[in-house]
C-alpha cells in the first residue's frame, strides 16, 4: 500500500492510500484513536477499517494526525486534529475527483473527531463511528446530525462505557430525516483485543452495514 505525505495545515502529514482501479470508486477516510494514548493509524481498529472499506470497493486512506508519526506538528486537544482531518479528506477528494460517495470513519478520538467533521462537510454520505468516547467530549455539535450512520461499541467498554454511547444514540434518534443504526458487540472492550470473538464480528457488522447503504444508493 503506497506511503503519503500530504500537505497539512502545520506541515507535512503522514498517511497510507489505497485506490481502486475504478475511478469512480467511492472514497473512505478512516480516522485514529487519541495521539496522547498511542493513538496511530496503525492501531489494530483503524488498521481492519480501511481493509473492510478497501474491501468493498472504496479508495481508502488513513493517516496520522499531527505530532504521530512522521507527521508534523504537535498535538492540538482535537482543534488541529480536525484541520487535519479536513487537509486529509480535501487531498483524497481532489485525487478522486468522479467519487460519488464519501464516508468517515473513526475509532474513539477518531470518531469525535469523524462526527465534527461531518458537520463541516455536507457531501459526506455517511459515517462509522467505533467506540465513541461519549463520556469524554461533548457531542451536542452534532444539532442537527446530516447523515445517516453507524455506531458500534463493545457491551464491556470500560474506556466509553456503554451506557453514553446509549445516550448519545438516543439523542441523535429524536432527529428527523436521518437513520442512527446501533450495534453492540457482546463482551468487546474498547480495542477489540480478541481478533475472533471481538474484531472479526465488529469488521462484519461495519461491512453488512456499509454494503447495505450502498445498494440502497444505486436503487
Partial sequence: MPELIFPGPEGRLEGRYHAQANPDAPIAIVLHPHPQYG??????????????????????????????GRSQGEFDQGIGELSDAASALDYLQAMNPNSKHCWVAGF????????????????????????????????????????????????????????????????????????ITHEEIEGADHFFRDDEVHMKPMIDTVQTYVRRRLTESTR
Fill in 39 to 68: 493513538g496511530t493509524m496503525n492501531n489494530r481498529v483503524v488498521y481492519n477499517l480501511h481493509y473492510a472499506f478497501h474491501r468493498m470497493g472504496f479508495t481508502v486512506m488513513r493517516f496520522n494526525f499531527r505530532g504521530v
Fill in 108 to 179: 474513539s478520538f477518531g470518531a469525535w473527531i469523524g462526527m465534527q467533521l461531518l458537520m463541516r462537510r455536507p457531501e459526506i454520505t455517511g459515517f462509522i463511528s467505533v467506540a465513541p468516547p461519549a463520556n469524554m467530549y461533548d457531542f451536542s455539535f452534532l444539532a442537527p446530525c446530516p447523515s445517516s450512520g453507524l455506531i458500534i461499541n463493545g457491551t464491556a467498554d470500560r474506556v466509553a462505557p456503554p451506557k453514553d454511547t446509549h445516550t448519545l444514540v438516543g439523542k441523535l434518534r429524536e432527529q428527523k430525516g436521518i437513520t
